[in-house]
């Protein structure tokens, strides 16, 4: 598989509660040489990004991250602000308490909300798959699905656990035609890469797949 089509399907990412300026320009003139699909980075770093590098380079940011449990009208204050600073993606963090007290139309409302703020950005829903089980998940598929949202996206990086190749096929036999795949967290090797792409996975969220392509060590330890 070509460097050039694995890295036109990553979302190059920093998310790391101490990450830099130094480190943001480092990420995002990587994903400018590399054309990365998008750069993954914290919404307090999306203005000064947008500003360097405006249509040069393609902004994802989180909503409601890691952990979800925001209410609905912060998670919606924040696309707002992100989609003003300038990012053009949003990947929003389920209310995973919701989904294990089984109330799935209230996360499937939440999506739906956030999608319509999103209008025609994009919008990937995260649904951490390490604290679900295989029903919850194809709940979540569901959801998605209905809300029509984008994409669904498997991990945060901040769980216990990130993608794997089963839950990308749970999805594949469970979400809409429309939507899209993106496996995140966990995901250290070329092999990793290309088997996730090979799967049908459209994005790939991590921070050291430029690094691996170089042959580098990714010497921020993100």
Not at 21 to 36: G, M, N
Not at 103 to 125: M, N, R
Not at 158 to 172: C, S, Y
Not at 175 to 187: L, Q, R, T, Y
């Amino acid at each position: 598989m070509e460097k050039e089509f694995i890295l036109s399907h990553i979302d190059h990412t920093l998310l790391k509660a101490y990450s830099t300026w130094e480190d943001i320009v480092k990420l995002c003139d990587e994903a400018v040489e590399f054309k990365t699909a998008s750069v993954c980075i914290p919404q307090a770093y999306i203005k000064r990004v947008h500003e360097r590098y405006n249509t040069k380079i393609n902004i994802c940011t989180v909503v409601g991250f890691p952990l979800g449990y925001n209410s609905t009208e912060s998670k919606l204050l924040e696309v707002k602000n992100a989609l003003e600073d300038g990012a053009n993606e949003i990947d929003m963090v389920i209310n995973i308490s919701d989904v294990k007290n089984g109330d799935y139309k209230k996360v499937e409302s939440e999506i739906c909300e956030l999608k319509k703020a999103c209008g025609d950005k994009v919008l990937k829903v995260i649904i951490e798959t390490c604290y679900l089980t295989e029903e919850e998940k194809i709940e979540m598929c569901k959801a998605v699905t209905n809300a029509k949202a984008d994409y669904i996206k498997t991990s945060t990086g901040f769980g216990t656990g990130g993608a794997t190749m089963e839950d990308i096929l749970l999805f594949k036999n469970h979400i809409g035609p429309e939507v899209k795949i993106k496996a995140a967290g966990g995901v250290k090797s070329i092999d990793d890469l290309e088997a996730f792409i090979d799967a049908g996975c459209s994005r790939i969220g991590t921070s050291s797949a430029v690094s691996m392509l170089k042959g580098e060590k990714n010497d921020l330890g993100y």
